[in-house]
C-alpha cells in the first residue's frame, strides 16, 4: 500500500493542492489526510461529482493548476457531461486529474449496486477519450505513474485519471475535529421509530448506504418482511424521485422516502420536483447528521444550512424539525392523524447522531427479489 502523506506530497511537488470531490470508501483514508492537510478553499466536498468538475475548472481558470477531483467510480456518470461539453479538447481543453476509486472490479467481490460500475469504469474512459492507469501499491511505480499523468496533462491539457483499487491507501485517522453535535437519538433508533409507526399500506424507498441496512436490519429483527421498502442501494440522491414516482400511481398509499443530508445535497433540485407535484401521501424524511457517513464520516453541509427553510421555499405544505425522541413520536401521530388535513407533501427532517453500529449487516436479498417483493405489495 501507499502512503496518503507520499500522494499528497507528490502531486504538491508538481504544484497540485486543489481537490473537490466527493468522498469514497476506497479513498476514504486519502481523504482524511486531505482534509487534515489542505485548507477549505483547497478541498471542497462538493454537492456531486458533476459539481466538482465544475469547481476545479474554475480552479485551473484562476491559476492555470491542475486540479483534482476525486469520487467512487459511481459518480461517473455525473461527470460525462462535463468531460464532454466542459473540460474536452473540442471545448475548452481544460485538465483535470480525476482520482477514481473502483467499487466492484472484475473478480473482485462487492456488493451489487457496484458489479456494472465495475465492470463499465475503465470502458467509460475510454468512450470519454480519458487516457489512465490503474495506480500501483508500490510507491516507486506511483510515482513514475504520477509523472507521467502530470507530464500528460502539462502538454496536452487534457483530463487523466488514477484508477484506485480496493487497498491502495494506507491507514490514515482523520484529525481534524468537525462541531460534534451530541443529538439524542442515534439514526438507526430514529429509523426504526419511524418505521414502527407506519400503517400496514405504507411504503418506504430508502436511499443508499446505511438507512437502508438499518432499515433492512429493523425489518429482519422484528421478523417482518421487506416487501414494503425499497432499497435503493446505488442511484444516490434519487430516492426522492423513486418515491414520487410511486406516490403519484398510489394515491391510496402513504409512501416514505427515507433520505440522508448527504443525498438530498446531492440533487436538492428534486425536492422542488416533489413539491411542484403536491402528492399527499408524500412524507419525505431526512436523516441529518451532517456527514457522508457510508464512506469515511466526511462531513457535509448538512448541518450548516437550513433544509426545512428550503423544503418551505419550494413548496412542501408541512414542515418540521426534531432531534429527540418524544418530539419525533409526536410529529408522527400527527402524519398520521391529520395527513389529510394538513396534505403533502411533507418534510420531516430528524437530526441524529453520526455513526453506526460496527456489527451493522448488509441486505441478504437481491435487488431484483427487493424490486419484485414490492411490486407484488403494490398491487394487493
Not at 225 to 245: C, K, N, P, W, Y
Not at 337 to 353: H, K, M, N, Y
Amino acid at each position: 500500500m501507499i502512503r496518503p502523506q507520499f500522494f499528497y506530497d507528490t502531486l504538491a511537488g508538481y504544484g497540485i493542492d486543489f481537490y473537490a470531490g466527493v468522498p469514497d470508501s476506497l479513498l476514504k483514508n486519502l481523504c482524511a489526510y486531505i482534509t487534515d492537510h489542505a485548507d477549505e478553499s483547497h478541498n471542497i466536498i462538493a454537492a456531486n461529482e458533476g459539481g466538482a468538475m465544475g469547481l476545479a475548472a474554475g480552479h485551473y481558470l484562476a491559476t492555470g493548476q491542475i486540479p483534482v477531483v476525486y469520487m467512487q467510480n459511481s459518480g461517473e456518470g455525473n461527470i460525462i457531461n462535463p468531460l464532454a461539453s466542459l473540460t474536452d479538447p473540442d471545448v475548452y481543453n481544460i485538465p483535470v486529474l480525476l482520482v477514481i476509486g473502483w467499487r466492484g472490479k472484475p473478480g473482485v467481490h462487492d456488493e451489487p449496486q457496484h458489479v456494472k460500475q465495475g465492470k463499465v469504469t475503465t470502458g467509460l474512459l475510454n468512450v470519454m477519450g480519458i487516457d489512465y492507469t490503474v495506480l500501483s501499491k508500490e510507491e516507486d511505480k506511483a510515482e513514475a505513474q504520477i509523472k507521467k499523468a502530470v507530464t500528460y496533462m502539462q502538454s496536452t491539457k487534457n483530463c487523466y485519471a488514477l484508477v484506485i483499487e480496493k487497498d491502495t491507501f494506507d491507514t490514515y485517522t482523520l484529525n481534524s475535529q468537525f462541531s460534534i453535535f451530541n443529538f439524542q437519538l442515534s439514526r438507526e433508533e430514529a429509523i426504526q421509530t419511524v418505521a414502527a409507526a407506519l400503517g400496514e399500506k405504507d411504503v418506504i424507498v430508502s436511499t443508499t448506504g446505511m438507512i437502508s441496512r438499518e432499515l433492512f436490519e429493523y425489518r429482519t429483527a422484528k421478523n417482518e418482511g421487506h416487501e414494503r421498502d425499497f432499497l435503493t442501494v446505488g442511484s444516490m440522491g434519487h430516492a426522492s424521485q423513486i418515491a414520487l414516482g410511486i406516490a403519484m400511481e398510489k394515491p391510496d398509499r402513504r409512501v416514505w422516502c427515507f433520505d440522508g443530508d448527504g443525498a438530498t445535497i446531492m440533487h436538492m433540485g428534486s425536492m422542488a420536483i416533489v413539491a411542484s407535484k403536491s402528492p399527499n401521501n408524500y412524507i419525505h424524511v431526512v436523516f441529518n447528521n451532517g456527514a457522508h457517513d457510508s464512506v469515511g464520516g466526511q462531513p457535509t453541509v448538512g448541518l450548516n444550512i437550513d433544509l426545512p427553510a428550503i423544503a418551505k421555499a419550494v413548496g412542501y405544505k408541512h414542515i418540521v424539525s426534531v432531534d429527540n425522541k418524544e418530539d419525533l413520536e409526536k410529529e408522527l401521530s400527527t402524519i398520521n392523524c391529520q395527513l389529510s388535513t394538513i396534505g403533502g407533501p411533507i418534510f420531516l427532517e430528524i437530526r441524529v447522531r453520526k455513526g453506526n453500529r460496527k456489527d451493522l449487516g448488509r441486505p441478504t436479498t437481491t435487488p431484483i427479489q427487493n424490486k419484485e417483493a414490492l411490486m407484488a405489495f403494490l398491487k394487493d
